[in-house]
């Protein structure tokens, strides 16, 4: 079924004669718009997961700030992801010839003005996606100072940058305006001096680019310097690392403004609606990269069936017959939480422990030496009394 809006604007003749209705009425609507609602889709189950994971598995910790600062961010990408879908349906995404013949000039100017408050709420939701992910990492090395103080700087270029985003956009008329060029109708009201649109968006993406950057440069400070076993250095990457998925797409968001600045009518390959696409999934993937160790401990417990008691160490002393070097080797790691715990604060992990090692000890009798750890808290800090060793 054709346009409505084609048909009215050949019946009107305001269509020249050399454009085709071919060009017209070309379109790739109908996939942006599914990948549109796939995308924010999953980031939107990813973020709910992650707070039910916390909530009601890991109930030791709760909700944190992180986990916050994540919902508010998903709240507001799913208001710019309706305005991306919004822009496509007018007609944003089409043609030039379709929006210079075929869109009247209310609607086009509507475009502009869509196109510049979509990328206000844009940058909105990466900066709460980023700051969530700050939080987290803040739990993660809250023993660190070293840390804590990049990460305090890291938060500080973040804010600039955002500032910096906003007022190019707000700013980028003067006097201020949301639009970016004049209708017909304007030119003998519009007194604007503007900066063009490919310049101030270059100037968004390589900062948003740079921001990805730092944010997700820091776990892979934090595999090279923190001093872990091998193998939580291999689940920290893997829970991590997907972050640099995200600075692939900001790179591409950066190539696709290139692009679209120097978009001609014989080159033209709908740089315009990939780009909204990319931006959609920038926020979606940064939502998900930085979701993933809240939801691993559901994958965990529901799609591994791993033990519960895994989210505090790994691994329980195991109660094979006569091996006192398999004990240790579970003593050690519950030493090993004293010093560095991946999804918690220190003595909620050392507590989380000997409440393991409890269960353990009323379940089942082991040959051989039994160690039992007792545990105290006191003013935040864990600690271990005198181990006992009993003999059988």
């Known amino acids: 079924m054709g346009d409505p809006r084609i048909d009215a604007a050949l019946a009107a003749g305001d269509v020249p004669r ?6 017209l009425e070309m379109n790739r609507d109908l996939s942006a718009t599914v ?26 910790f709760g ?17 710019f992801a309706a305005l991306c879908l919004e822009l ?6 089409r043609t030039f010839p379709f929006i210079e013949f075929v869109l009247d000039e209310a609607t086009a100017k509507r475009i502009q003005v869509i196109d510049s408050i979509a990328h206000l709420v844009y940058s909105t939701a990466l900066l709460l996606c980023r700051v969530s992910g700050l939080a987290f990492y803040y739990r993660i090395c809250a023993l660190h100072k070293e840390f804590l103080i990049a990460i305090r700087v890291i938060f500080a270029v973040l804010i600039v940058g955002y500032l910096v985003q906003m007022l190019l956009v707000i700013f980028h008329c003067k006097p201020v305006n949301m639009a970016w060029l004049p209708t017909s109708n304007d030119d003998e009201l519009w007194n604007a001096t503007c900066l063009q649109w490919y310049q101030v968006y ?18 892979v400070a934090m595999l090279k310097i923190l001093d872990m076993p091998r193998k939580q250095m291999v689940q920290l990457a893997c829970i991590l690392l997907p972050g640099l998925v995200v600075v692939g797409i900001s790179c591409g968001r950066v190539a696709l403004v290139v692009f679209y600045g120097n978009e001609e009518p014989r080159t033209f390959k709908f740089a315009f609606l990939r780009l909204l696409i990319v931006e959609v999934s920038e926020v979606s993937a940064t939502l998900i990269a930085l979701s993933i160790p809240g939801v691993k401990p559901m ?7 791993k033990d519960n008691c895994s ?9 094979n017959r006569g091996s006192i070097g398999s004990q240790s080797s579970g003593l050690s790691t519950l030493k090993g939480l004293s010093h560095f715990n991946v999804l918690g604060d220190e003595s909620a992990a050392q507590y989380g422990a000997a409440v393991c090692l409890g269960e353990q000890k009323q379940d089942r009798k082991q040959e051989g030496i039994q160690v039992t750890v007792d545990v105290y808290v006191e003013d935040g800090r864990s600690k271990p009394t005198k181990g006992r060793q009993n003999f059988i």
Do not use: M, N, Y
């Not at 050399?18 to 060009?23: E, G, H, L, P, T």
């Not at 994958?299 to 069936?305: A, E, N, T």
């Open 18 to 23: 050399r454009i085709s209705v071919a060009i």
């Open 311 to 319: 989210e505090f160490g790994g691994s329980r002393i195991s109660s």
């Open 63 to 79: 909700l944190g700030l992180d986990d916050g600062i994540a919902l508010a961010s998903l709240v507001v990408f799913i208001p």
């Open 299 to 305: 994958v965990d417990k529901f799609i591994l069936r």
């Open 35 to 60: 990948s549109i609602v796939i995308v924010t889709a999953l980031a939107t189950l990813i973020v709910l997961c992650r707070l039910l994971s916390r909530r009601f598995i890991i109930k030791r």
């Open 88 to 93: 496509i349906q007018i007609g944003g995404g």
């Open 202 to 219: 270059s100037t968004i993406s390589g900062i948003s680019l740079a921001c990805d950057f730092l944010l997700f440069g820091l776990p």
